[in-house]
């Protein structure tokens, strides 16, 4: 949850800049800001985990991977989309599109608010299930608890297109 006492500015990580509605900061050149009001959805970025996604997704960028999606293709997945901060993050990185799912109705809202606060909506699509979805992706990312990850194993691997890669996040050393 944003509060002045926990996240009163920016908060950056690697080029990626998460802010709350109401920063005025300013921000550099080359920085992909994502504007972030979770309501009650998780993902402010202020989560290790979430930080640690949003690493990994700025390594796809610097790798080249997320420019090279194909704009008519499924993009990146963001499996548990919470307030959609992970995806927003890899299309402001240049995905040309991407999807995100929850089995949340309230991150379903959130995350489809979020996108379109960002620019992003045309770009993208969230929904509201669960896996399988769709077509395999080239990228697919899950910030998701120990036991979802290992519920959900067999088909996080079968969400990655031939050739793909997944980056999974949200596992404790505890």
């Known amino acids: 949850d944003w509060s002045s006492d926990v996240c009163s500015s920016d908060l950056r990580i690697g080029r990626i800049v998460i802010r709350p509605p109401w920063s005025e900061q300013a921000v550099e ?6 504007t972030i009001d979770p309501g009650q959805a ?3 970025g202020l989560h290790p985990t979430t930080r640690l996604a949003l690493a990994g997704i700025q390594r796809w960028s610097d790798a080249g991977r997320l420019g090279a999606l194909q704009d008519d293709g499924v993009g990146i997945l963001d499996v548990g989309t919470g307030s959609g901060i992970l995806l927003a993050a890899a299309l402001q990185l240049g995905a040309p599109r991407g999807s995100g799912i929850d089995v949340d109705p309230l991150a379903v809202e959130a995350a489809q608010r979020n996108l379109a606060q960002n ?3 045309a770009r993208s699509r969230v929904a509201l299930g669960s896996l399988p979805f769709g077509a395999p992706a080239p990228l697919v990312v899950a910030n998701l608890v120990a036991a979802l990850q ?3 194993a067999p088909l996080l691997v079968a969400a990655v297109a031939p050739g793909g890669r997944l980056l999974t996040t949200g ?3 505890e």
């Open 29 to 34: 050149a080359g920085d992909a800001v994502v």
């Open 150 to 152: 290992i519920e959900l």
């Open 119 to 121: 620019g992003l909506a």
């Open 171 to 173: 596992i404790f050393v």
């Open 42 to 44: 998780f993902g402010t």
